[in-house]
Antibody
Framework: EVQLVESGGGLVKPGRSLRLSCAAS????????VIWFRQAPGKGLEWVGF??????????EYAASVKGRFTISSDDPKSIAYLQMNSLKTEDTAVYYC???????WGQGTTVIVSS | DIVMTQSPDSLAVSLGERATINCKSS????????????LAWFQQKLGQPPKLLIY???TRESGVPDRFSGSGSGTDFTLTISSVQAEDVAVYYC?????????FGQGTKLEIK
C-alpha cells in the first residue's frame, strides 16, 4: 500500500525548533519529490516547500513565510523526508502534511502548536 | 505569486442536483511548452487530509467518481459535481502548481440543502 506517515509534531515554545518526519512506503521514494503543506486551525491550505528528487537535483524551494527558518531534506535509503523548523513563531501553528509528486498520496498530518 | 480566487465561498445543493465551483487565477497556469494547465482540485472532509480529485485541470484521479469533472481555460476553471451525494459534503480547493509558491483558492464549502 502506498503510504506517507508524518510524525514529530507537538507543543513548542516560540523561538524553539522541531523536526518533522515523513515516512514513505509502497513506492520508490527516491523517484519522487516530497512536498510539505500546512493548514492553520480553521484556515485553508498553504504550501510550505518541496524537495526535488535526486534526478532533478535534490534542491528545495520554500514559501517566503518560512524561507531561512525551515529546511527540507530527504534520506532516500530510509525513504524518509524531514522538515526542520527553526525559530518557530506562533503563526507556524498548523497541521503539517507531506505529499509526493503528483499530490495523489497524502499523510494524515502532524500537529504543531507554537505557544508560550 | 499567482492568486487563486474561488466562488462561491459556500454552496448548498439538494441531493442529486448539480454543484459548480469556480476558480480564477491571477495569471495563466498554462505551460505553453507542453500545453498543460497546472491546476488541481482537492476535496477535504472534516478532520481528513486533502484528496486529489482532478489534475491538469480536467484529468480525473484514479478512483474518483465520474460525477466529478473539471474544465477551464488558462485562468478560469470549474469543478462540477453532476449529481451531488451526501458523501460529497466537504471543502473544495483549487490549486495552481504552475509556479512556486504553489497557491490555493480560499476553499468552497459544499453542504446539502
Amino acid at each position: 500500500e502506498v503510504q506517507l506517515v508524518e510524525s514529530g509534531g507537538g507543543l513548542v515554545k516560540p523561538g524553539r525548533s522541531l523536526r518533522l518526519s515523513c515516512a514513505a512506503s509502497g513506492f520508490t521514494f527516491g523517484e519522487n519529490a516530497v512536498i510539505w503543506f500546512r493548514q492553520a486551525p480553521g484556515k485553508g491550505l498553504e504550501w510550505v516547500g518541496f524537495i526535488r528528487s535526486k534526478t532533478y537535483g535534490g534542491t528545495a524551494e520554500y514559501a517566503a513565510s518560512v524561507k531561512g527558518r525551515f529546511t527540507i531534506s530527504s534520506d532516500d535509503p530510509k525513504s524518509i523526508a524531514y522538515l526542520q523548523m527553526n525559530s518557530l513563531k506562533t503563526e507556524d501553528t498548523a497541521v503539517y502534511y507531506c505529499t509526493r509528486s503528483g499530490m495523489d498520496v497524502w499523510g494524515q498530518g502532524t500537529t504543531v502548536i507554537v505557544s508560550s | 505569486d499567482i492568486v487563486m480566487t474561488q466562488s462561491p465561498d459556500s454552496l448548498a445543493v439538494s441531493l442529486g442536483e448539480r454543484a459548480t465551483i469556480n476558480c480564477k487565477s491571477s495569471q495563466s497556469v498554462l505551460y505553453s511548452s507542453n500545453n498543460k494547465k497546472y491546476l488541481a482540485w482537492f476535496q477535504q472532509k472534516l478532520g481528513q487530509p486533502p484528496k486529489l480529485l482532478i489534475y491538469w485541470a480536467s484529468t480525473r484521479e484514479s478512483g474518483v467518481p465520474d460525477r466529478f469533472s473539471g474544465s477551464g481555460s488558462g485562468t478560469d476553471f470549474t469543478l462540477t459535481i453532476s449529481s451531488v451525494q451526501a458523501e460529497d459534503v466537504a471543502v473544495y480547493y483549487c490549486q495552481q502548481y504552475r509556479s512556486t509558491p504553489y497557491t490555493f483558492g480560499q476553499g468552497t464549502k459544499l453542504e446539502i440543502k
